[in-house]
């Protein structure tokens, strides 16, 4: 019995410490292999989302999704009552015919105005040469009628032949106005037809943003609203959409590991959900900016938690990850758990 105890006191000096050194050896394979792949399971995977919000207000008429449904790009979501914008769309359009009906003939009176203003004009040059040589030989007749060269009659003639010569220049000046006024008049129609035109295509316009359709290929979310709804533009959304062409990670990497971090380096996802797929991809980008819990620097930059608030430890920054086959694509979704592993190193 003592033989056997020995052997067995034997054995243990030699199996306790294989057993902490392969343990050393193990951990530091671990160590290693994290300085050399920065491994975090702070991760979510993400994808661009947008808010659907009508260009147009009214009561929804056809609703041609569900929540959670998957659509296509150019499917049509849903249709906002498009009658009161279809009588906009008419009115406007009867509005643009009247005018073009009223510059028809008023282009056709005008043709003939044009002539009548090179002929007004015309006679304003006349009249004003008339009144030229009246007034003319009225200066030269007035002084000679103290030494009785001229008769009185002679006088009065000269002077009445410059008032009717005065009084022709102001009636031709008024013909010209009123041939000068009338043309004035085409372009001002035509103006106002512009004017006119452009509200059509403003009516088009809104009429057409009354079916609104999908962007791209994406998973209908949060939808909470049936036929008979009002919806405006602004900032309340009907439903969001979530890009489903694409998909990434947002990991959260500390400080002291960005420096083995890099765009264009492979990576390895892992999502919570289903932890015996791996999913290839490459690192996006590394984030400049986080909001400090102690000194917020702005709304627009992200906030990362620190994992223990009365120990300084290291800030966090997200690192984004570009999923590269997000296949089966019904794995992904935003917000789920994930690992990720960035191959720094081959």
């Given amino acids: 019995m003592a033989s056997a105890g020995g052997r067995r006191s034997g054995l243990e000096r030699f199996v306790v410490p294989a057993l902490i050194f392969a343990a050393l050896l193990l951990g530091g394979l671990v160590l290693v292999r994290l300085a050399r792949n920065p491994q975090t399971d702070d991760a979510i995977v993400m994808a661009d989302i947008i808010d659907v919000v009508p260009q147009v ?43 073009d009906g009223e510059i028809e003939v008023t282009d056709r009176r005008i043709a003939g105005q044009r002539f009548a203003v090179d002929a007004a004009r ?158 290839a991809g490459v690192v996006q980008g590394v984030g400049w900016a986080v909001n400090s819990e102690d000194l917020p620097i702005s709304p627009g930059v992200p906030r990362i938690r620190r994992e223990l608030q009365w120990v300084h430890i290291a800030q966090r920054f997200p690192v984004r990850i570009k999923i590269d086959e997000p296949d089966p694509p019904e794995i992904f979704r935003v917000g789920a758990s994930a690992v990720a592993i960035v191959r720094s190193r081959p």
């Fill in 57 to 99: 207000s009214g009561n929804i008429s056809e609703l041609h999704v569900a929540d959670n449904q998957s659509v296509k790009a150019g499917d049509l979501l849903f249709v906002i009552d498009p009658r009161p914008y279809e009588f906009a769309f008419e009115r406007a359009k009867a509005e643009v015919d009247a005018l």
């Fill in 122 to 279: 015309a006679g304003v040059r006349r009249a004003e040469a008339q009144l030229h040589n009246t007034s003319d030989n009225l200066r030269r007749m007035e002084p000679l009628l103290a030494k009785e060269y001229v008769t009185p009659e002679k006088i009065d003639e000269a002077r009445t032949a410059d008032l009717t010569a005065r009084a022709g220049l102001d009636e031709a000046r008024r013909k010209l106005d009123q041939a000068e006024q009338d043309v004035g008049t085409l372009q001002a129609l035509r103006g106002h037809r512009d004017a006119a035109q452009a509200a059509v295509g403003k009516a088009q316009l809104d009429l057409s943003f009354c079916r609104v359709t999908a962007p791209f290929d994406a998973l209908v979310v949060n939808l909470h609203t049936n036929i008979g709804q009002f919806v405006a533009p602004g900032p309340t959304p009907v439903f969001s959409l979530v890009d489903a062409r694409s998909w990434y990670v947002v990991a959260s990497y500390r400080e002291t590991e960005l420096s083995r971090i890099a765009p264009g380096m492979k990576a390895e996802v892992y999502v919570l959900s289903h932890p015996d797929r791996r999913f």
